[in-house]
C-alpha cells in the first residue's frame, strides 16, 4: 500500500499562510463546550477516567447515535454501529476490508478526494461517473451501470454531494440498490451532510435495507465539532462489522473517552444543534443567492440540501483566487475535487461566511 496526501491538503501545505476566512469550508458553525454544553455537563467530562474504552464505542453513545436513525430503521440497532474516529477512519476501514487488488470502485467525480483516491491504497481501481453542470450534476443510474464489469467490488455514493450540493432521492437509491443486489456490490454511502438539510426537503434515505449496505457519518459537519473526532458507520452486515471492529485494533483501538463523553452530550441536544446550524446554512446560502444574481461571472445550480455549492467563474478562475487570497479570504478550486474548468467550491455552514462575502465582493 502506498499513501500520499489528499489533493486539498496538498493545496493548503502549498499556501504561503493561513487565511483568516475559508470560503469553502465544509463544516456547520464552529463552537466551544462552553457554547453547547452546561456547566454541570463540563463538570462532568473533567471527571471522566482516562482509560481505555470500547472498540465498538460506549453503548450510551451508540444508543444516542442509533436514534437519529430510528425512524427508517426500527429493526436496527447499536449493535450495528461501530463509534470511529471520523468518517476518514471509517471509509478507510470499509475499504481496506471489502477490497482486493484489481477490484473496481465505482463513483461520482467531483467528489471529495478521499472516495476516489482510496482504492488505489489497496490496489484497486476507482471508475468514475461524471457529473455534468447542464443535468443540474445528477446522475443517471445507466451511468452507473454502464461502469460495472466482473471486478466491480461497490459503488460508492455521496448525498448531499460534496462539492455539488446535489441530492439524489429515495427512487435512485431504491434504482441503485437493486442495481447492486444484481451484481452483488457493496454500496456505501459517505452520509456526513445527511442532516444538514436547510429546506426541510428530506434527504435522509433508507439504504441499509439492502444487506450490503453500509453508511458513514461524522461530528464534523452537519454538527459543526471537527474537533471532536467521532464518527461511525452502520451496517447490517455482521461480517462487515466485525471486520472493521476487528482491523479497529490495528489503528485507532478506541476512541478518546473525552470525545465520547462530549459526543453522548451532543447526541442528547442533537435536534437542536442541527436546527441551528441548519438557519445558518439557509441563510448565508440566501445571502449568496444574491451576490451571484448580481455577478455576471459567477453561476451555479443552487444546493437542495448540504452546506456546499460548486461554482462557475467565466473570470480565469486563479487570478479570481488568488486576488481573494491577497484579502484573506481562501477559495478551494474544483480541480482539487476531480472537476476540470473555472470552478471553485463555496462551504455555507459558518457564521463568518458574510463577512468572507464583503472582503471579496466589493464594488
Known amino acids: 500500500m502506498q499513501f500520499r496526501a489528499m489533493k486539498h491538503h496538498d493545496f493548503y501545505e502549498s499556501l504561503p499562510r493561513r487565511a483568516r476566512y475559508n470560503l469553502s469550508d465544509a463544516c456547520g458553525a464552529t463552537a466551544t463546550l462552553q457554547d453547547i454544553l452546561s456547566s454541570d455537563e463540563i463538570a462532568t467530562i473533567a471527571s471522566v477516567p482516562l482509560i481505555y474504552g470500547s472498540v465498538e464505542g460506549r453503548n450510551d453513545l451508540r444508543a444516542g447515535i442509533y436514534n437519529l436513525y430510528q425512524h427508517l430503521y426500527p429493526e436496527l440497532g447499536l449493535d450495528h454501529i461501530t463509534v470511529l474516529s471520523g468518517t476518514e477512519e471509517g471509509l478507510f476501514s470499509i475499504m481496506a476490508c ?8 465505482i463513483g461520482m467525480l467531483p467528489c471529495y478526494p478521499s472516495l476516489s483516491d482510496l482504492p488505489a491504497c489497496f490496489g484497486g481501481v476507482f471508475k468514475s461517473v461524471e457529473l455534468k453542470s447542464e443535468n443540474r450534476w445528477q ?9 460495472i464489469s466482473g471486478r466491480t467490488k461497490a459503488i460508492v455514493i ?27 456490490l457493496y454500496l456505501i454511502s459517505d452520509d ?27 461530528l464534523s459537519k452537519t454538527f459543526g465539532l471537527p474537533g471532536v ?7 447490517r452486515n455482521e461480517k462487515l462489522s466485525k471486520s472493521i471492529r476487528d482491523l479497529k485494533t490495528y489503528n485507532s483501538i478506541c476512541q478518546s473517552q473525552l470525545d465520547e463523553q462530549v459526543a453522548c452530550f451532543v447526541m442528547q441536544k442533537a435536534d437542536a444543534i442541527i436546527k441551528r446550524n441548519n438557519e445558518i446554512v439557509r441563510g448565508n446560502i440566501e445571502l449568496f443567492a444574491g451576490f451571484v444574481a448580481g455577478n455576471d461571472s459567477l453561476s451555479w445550480h443552487r444546493p437542495e440540501a448540504g452546506m456546499l455549492g460548486l461554482v462557475h467563474s467565466s473570470e480565469p478562475l486563479k487570478p479570481l483566487l488568488d486576488s481573494w487570497f491577497e484579502k484573506d479570504v481562501l477559495a478551494l478550486p474544483g480541480e482539487l475535487f476531480g472537476i476540470e474548468g473555472d470552478y471553485f467550491r463555496v462551504g455555507f455552514g459558518k457564521t463568518d461566511f ?4 464583503a472582503r471579496v465582493f466589493v464594488d
Request: aromatic share 10%.
Open 98 to 105: 471489502i477490497l482486493e487488488p484489481g477490484d473496481e470502485v
Open 192 to 218: 456526513v451532510f445527511a442532516f444538514s438539510d436547510f429546506s426541510g426537503i428530506g434527504s435522509q434515505f433508507n439504504i441499509l435495507k439492502y444487506k450490503k449496505a453500509i453508511l458513514a457519518n461524522v
Open 229 to 235: 473526532r467521532i464518527g461511525w458507520v452502520m451496517t
Open 354 to 357: 458574510s463577512e468572507a462575502l
Open 158 to 184: 455521496n448525498s448531499p454531494h460534496n462539492p455539488t450540493g446535489m441530492l439524489l432521492n429515495q427512487s435512485f437509491i431504491d434504482s441503485l440498490i437493486a442495481l447492486c443486489d444484481q451484481h452483488g
Open 139 to 147: 446522475p443517471s443510474i445507466e451511468d452507473f451501470a454502464a461502469q
